[in-house]
């Protein structure tokens, strides 16, 4: 483990035409001790290539393949298990950050002697122009309120290895970003957020953000398989955890 070293986890699948942008948004940090890596889940486009040709130009970027088609879970929890810095940062193959994302956040953690934040994010659409929606986090969330409601948005959560040790990723299809922060805090209680937009969310037709139905399915399903809930239980904190995405958090 490398002290100060970011190591950022991307998952990717066919990704062409977003994948360079994500990159950019990292060689252009203003913190510069990071390491980038970036597993591709057998991508049937160019994905692959242009990454391996980012990696000959790039020594901080790692690129690795899984062997068969497996999900986001996999390669995240790939990219986890050769990860060498004491920080672990998420940036999914389609998202962007800010230039001072990472300074921000590293500078907030060593301030205030914290093992995790997270930050606020703009909404922009497939071809990268903003949507003018701003998602504001909440200035701290326990366990109980991320149960209820995704308020850690993936590719805003750093968190500290040296605090609490690399936390497994879920090989759940779905929503195992989620399943990952909420596993985080049970042992850290507590997250809190900068008071900071530091990161570009990108709503794409396919994606289960973009499908409230489909989300309401995954999200289902993670209280019935994953946390063991009945049947009405899983029902029950389902409609809870809508009431709070479309009323209290409006995204």
Same mark, same amino acid.
């Given at each position: 483990?490398?002290?100060?070293?970011?190591?950022?986890?991307?998952?990717?699948?066919?990704?062409?035409?977003?994948?360079?942008?994500?990159? *950019?948004?990292?060689?252009?940090?203003?913190?510069?001790?990071?390491?980038?890596?970036?597993?591709?889940?057998?991508?049937?486009?160019?994905?692959?290539?242009?990454?391996?040709?980012?990696?000959?130009?790039?020594?901080?970027?790692?690129?690795?393949?899984?062997?068969?088609?497996?999900?986001?879970?996999?390669?995240?929890?790939?990219?986890?298990?050769?990860?060498?810095?004491?920080?672990?940062?998420?940036?999914?193959?389609?998202?962007?950050?800010?230039?001072?994302?990472? *300074?921000?956040?590293?500078?907030?953690?060593?301030?205030?002697?914290?093992?995790?934040?997270?930050?606020?994010?703009?909404?922009?659409?497939?071809?990268?122009?903003?949507?003018?929606?701003?998602?504001?986090?909440?200035? *701290?969330?326990?366990?109980?309120?991320?149960?209820?409601?995704?308020?850690?948005?993936?590719?805003?959560?750093?968190?500290?290895?040296?605090?609490?040790?690399?936390?497994?990723?879920?090989?759940?299809?779905?929503?195992?970003?989620?399943?990952?922060?909420?596993?985080?805090?049970?042992?850290?209680?507590?997250?809190?957020?900068?008071?900071?937009?530091?990161?570009?969310?990108?709503?794409?037709?396919?994606?289960?953000?973009?499908?409230?139905?489909?989300?309401?399915?995954?999200?289902?399903?993670?209280?019935?398989?994953?946390?063991?809930?009945?049947?009405?239980?899983?029902?029950?904190?389902?409609?809870?955890?809508?009431?709070?995405?479309?009323?209290?958090?409006?995204?």
């Amino acid at each position: 483990m490398k002290s100060g070293l970011v190591s950022i986890i991307t998952p990717t699948f066919n990704s062409e035409k977003y994948i360079l942008e994500t990159i *950019q948004s990292v060689i252009k940090q203003t913190y510069s001790n990071w390491e980038m890596i970036i597993v591709d889940d057998c991508s049937t486009d160019s994905t692959f290539s242009l990454l391996t040709l980012q990696a000959e130009l790039e020594p901080r970027i790692k690129v690795l393949k899984l062997a068969k088609n497996s999900g986001a879970g996999v390669a995240r929890q790939l990219a986890l298990d050769n990860s060498n810095g004491n920080y672990i940062a998420f940036l999914d193959s389609d998202d962007m950050w800010k230039p001072e994302k990472l *300074q921000v956040q590293i500078d907030f953690l060593k301030t205030n002697n914290l093992a995790i934040t997270f930050s606020g994010y703009e909404l922009i659409d497939e071809k990268s122009n903003p949507l003018r929606k701003l998602i504001l986090p909440k200035k *701290q969330v326990t366990y109980k309120e991320l149960f209820y409601c995704n308020w850690i948005g993936n590719l805003t959560g750093i968190y500290d290895v040296t605090k609490i040790g690399k936390i497994p990723i879920s090989t759940f299809r779905k929503r195992q970003d989620w399943i990952m922060w909420l596993e985080v805090l049970k042992i850290e209680k507590v997250a809190f957020s900068t008071p900071n937009n530091l990161a570009y969310y990108r709503i794409r037709k396919d994606s289960i953000s973009a499908s409230k139905l489909q989300l309401l399915k995954s999200n289902y399903l993670v209280y019935y398989n994953y946390h063991k809930q009945n049947v009405v239980s899983s029902f029950f904190s389902m409609l809870v955890f809508l009431y709070n995405q479309l009323i209290v958090k409006k995204n």
